[in-house]
Structures are given as structure tokens and as C-alpha cells.
């Protein structure tokens, strides 16, 4: 079946300027991961959600960042104010609930975000 | 809190040799241990995962990694080295069944003919 999909795989914005990045998980995965990846860095946890809800958002920067999942598939994450540190690969993982048994995250291609 | 450091930035190797990949992780509960690997041009995929079954834990293309607590280690290991297995590794930890999940730092794999 179809992986993990984001769009745009590409975006450059302006400083100051609003940007929304989105998420299509695999089909039936109800858990939904936000990470970013800085160049030479390994992803940085975000958020994820279960199901609609925001299960832990402690990884989130600052309130100028923010992530819904109204229907509990799509997911947009949205970035205020855009900065210049703010550019990096925002990549999406989702994953079934059976956290019991170890999560295997499936990830995306990413979204690189570019901040002029 | 937990965290995750790999040691090497960059590891380069010989085709037919050993890769070992360091991997030390800091946890407050038992975690569970991840090693995922991104060629060029993918995205991330898993390797293998620890999850309190089996200290040593095999995984895809011949990788493993041996689970010990009182060095609070999870090291990669490949007996010999092939020039596909070029790529980034990243070690990852999670206190809760992975859901949240800590990255480390990645280790980039040269492997030269």
C-alpha cells in the first residue's frame, strides 16, 4: 500500500511569513508523528498524536508552532512568524497503537522548509 | 530524562569488514531501542528494536545489536561490510512502548572498496 506522503516536498517562505505543512499517514495508522531534522542532526520529536488528539506535544519549540489532525488521518503542521532557524526537513512517521510491542515508525520523505 | 548519544559522527570501513555503530542511551525506565537507517535520498526505515524480549536483537541486511544494561549500550553490528550498506544510522530511545521517541545525532557509514 501507500507509505507515509507530505507536501510540498519543497517550500521557501520569507521571514515573517505563515507556512502549513501537511501529512497523509498509512491508511489505518492511528498514531502520527511530527519530527524536524536539522542538517548533521538526527529528527527531533515534536508531537505526536493518537487518533485526533495531541498526545504529547512537548517537543514543540514555541507557541508560534502548532499541529491538528481534526479527522485523525491528515495532519497539517502550521508554523507562525516563520524565523530563519526554523529551516530544516520537517518529516511526518506514523504508526499503529501497538506500543506495546516496540512502535516501528513508518516516516515520510519530508517537507524541506526553507526560511529567506 | 531520556536521551541518546552515538559516538562518531563518521565511521568508514572496508567492503568485507566489521561495522559497529556506538549507540549509548539514557533512561529513567526500562526503554525500548531503536536503530533506524536512511540511505540517500529516503526516508527513514527501521533496522531493528529492542523491546525487553531478546538482549540481542537481529535485524534487516544482516545488521544486529546486543541490549546491555549495565553499560547502557546498544551497539550495531555487521560482520562484514557491503558497499550498499552506506548511509546514515540513527539510534533512537523511547521510554514509552515508542511512541515518543529520542534520536540520536546519526552516524554516517562510508564503506570504501
Known amino acids: 500500500g501507500a507509505g507515509v506522503s507530505q507536501t510540498p516536498s519543497n517550500k521557501v517562505t520569507e521571514k515573517g511569513k505563515y507556512v502549513e505543512l501537511r501529512c497523509d499517514p498509512i491508511?489505518?495508522?492511528?498514531?502520527l508523528y511530527w519530527y524536524r531534522q536539522s542538517l548533521g542532526q538526527g529528527p527531533e520529536f515534536l508531537i505526536y498524536?493518537?487518533?485526533?488528539?495531541?498526545?504529547?506535544d512537548s517537543g514543540l519549540p514555541n507557541d508560534r508552532f502548532f499541529a491538528v489532525r481534526p479527522e485523525g488521518s491528515v495532519s497539517t503542521l502550521k508554523i507562525q512568524r516563520t524565523e530563519r532557524g526554523d529551516s530544516a526537513v520537517y518529516l511526518c512517521?506514523?504508526?499503529?497503537?501497538?506500543?506495546?510491542?516496540?512502535?516501528?515508525?513508518?516516516f515520510g520523505p519530508g517537507t524541506r522548509l526553507t526560511v529567506l | 530524562a531520556q536521551s541518546v548519544t552515538q559516538l562518531g559522527s563518521h565511521v568508514s570501513v572496508s567492503e568485507g569488514a566489521l561495522v559497529l555503530l556506538r549507540c549509548n542511551y539514557s533512561?529513567?525506565?526500562?526503554?525500548?531501542l531503536f536503530w533506524y537507517v536512511q540511505y540517500p535520498n529516503q526516508g527513514l526505515q527501521l533496522l531493528l528494536k529492542?523491546?525487553?524480549?531478546?538482549?540481542l536483537v537481529k535485524g534487516i541486511n544482516g545488521f544486529e545489536a546486543e541490549f546491555k544494561k549495565s553499560e547502557t549500550s546498544f551497539h550495531l553490528t555487521k560482520p562484514s561490510a557491503h558497499m550498499s550498506d552506506a548511509a546514515e544510522y540513527f539510534c533512537?530511545?523511547?521510554?514509552?512502548?515508542?511512541?515518543?521517541?529520542?534520536f540520536g545525532a546519526g552516524t554516517r557509514l562510508f564503506v570504501k572498496a
Open positions: 512517521a506514523s504508526s499503529s497503537s501497538s506500543g506495546g510491542e516496540g512502535n516501528e515508525q513508518f
Open positions: 533512561s529513567s525506565v526500562p526503554p525500548y
Open positions: 529492542y523491546t525487553s524480549a531478546a538482549t
Open positions: 498524536f493518537q487518533g485526533t488528539g495531541a498526545a504529547d
Open positions: 491508511s489505518g495508522h492511528t498514531a
Open positions: 533512537a530511545v523511547s521510554e514509552t512502548g515508542g511512541f515518543k521517541t529520542i
